[in-house]
C-alpha cells in the first residue's frame, strides 16, 4: 500500500524530519512542485498521435531541437538499429526507429532537463541522481533487447524514470535548504516518499499505467505476483547487475533468487544476465551517452 492512499503511514518517529514532513503534507495535498515533462517530448507525442501526421511532418517538429535531431540520426545509425544505408535526415531516422520508438527516445534524452537544482550540494545530488538513473536506463535497454517480448526503447525510458520520485524532493530541498537538520533527513525523505511522487509524477506526465509499477517496485526485491515479467522485472534485474562491483554483493540478495529473475530464466541463465556488463558494455556505454 502507497502512503497516498494511507495518509497516516508516516512513523511518529520521523516528526522531527522537517523535509520529509514538509514533502510528505505537500505530496498529500497535491502541492508539491512536480517536475514537468520537457516541451519537445510534449509536442512529439502530440504530432505522433496525430493521425494526419506523416514522418515528414513529425521531423518538423523534432527539428526545431538540433541536438535531439541530431542525436536521433547518430541512433538510427548506431547498431541498434542498423541498416545498409547511412542515415542523414531526420524523416529517415523517424522511419527506421518507428515512431512510437522515436517517441521514448526522445523523452529519453529530453527527461535530464529536470534533473537541475541552484545550490551546490543539490546539484551534486541531481548530477549523481542522472548518473544513476542513465546507467539503469542503458543496462534496461541493453537486458531488454536480449529477452523476448520486450521494447528496448521502453526499457530504456522505463529505467530513466524509476527514480523520479526523487526529484521533486530534491527540488524542495533546493529551495528550503533550511528544512534539512542533517543529511540522514534527505536518505529518510527519498526512502519514505519516492514511490508514491513518482507515481504522481507518473500520471501527470501521461505515461503508460505499467510505469507506475516501475516507480514503486523497482526495489522490491522480492515482489511475487502471478504476471508475466514486465519492466519493473527488467529494471529491477537492470539495477542489481549495476551494483556488481559497486556495494558490498552480500548486502545485496542473490540474483537468481528472485520472483522477477525467475520470470525471465526460461530467456537467461544467471551467467548470461550477468554477462552482459560485459559482452554489451559498448552498446550500454553507447547508449549512456545518448542520454548524456
Known sequence: MTL???????????????????????????????????????????AINDSTASSHKISRVVQTDPAITARLIQIANSSFYCGRKKIESCPEALTR??????????????IKSVFRANSEFIRKKMAALWAHSSMISAISAVFAHK????????????????????????????????????????????????????????????????????????????????????????VMISQLLSFIGKVDIKKMPQIDTLPAYKKLAKFLQVADSISILDTAKDEIEQIHQWLS
Open 4 to 46: 497516498s492512499s494511507k495518509p497516516n503511514a508516516l512513523p511518529t518517529n520521523l516528526a522531527k524530519n522537517q523535509l520529509l514532513m514538509d514533502c510528505y503534507q505537500h505530496m498529500q495535498s497535491q502541492q508539491l512542485v512536480l517536475p514537468t515533462i520537457p516541451e519537445i517530448s510534449y509536442k512529439i507525442r502530440r
Open 97 to 110: 526507429i518507428g515512431l512510437q520508438a522515436s517517441q521514448d527516445i526522445i523523452t529519453s534524452m529530453a
Open 147 to 234: 529477452v523476448p517480448g520486450f521494447d528496448p526503447d521502453r526499457a530504456m525510458l522505463a529505467g530513466l524514470i524509476h527514480d523520479i520520485g526523487i526529484v521533486p524532493i530534491l527540488t524542495y530541498a533546493d529551495r528550503h535548504p533550511e528544512v534539512i537538520a542533517n543529511p540522514k533527513d534527505l536518505v529518510e525523505t527519498v526512502k519514505y516518499l519516492r514511490a508514491d511522487i513518482g507515481i504522481q509524477i507518473i500520471r501527470s506526465w501521461d505515461f503508460p499505467s505499467d510505469f507506475e509499477d516501475v516507480v514503486q517496485h523497482a526495489e522490491n526485491w522480492h515482489r511475487h505476483t502471478n504476471e508475466n515479467a514486465n519492466y519493473a522485472d527488467i
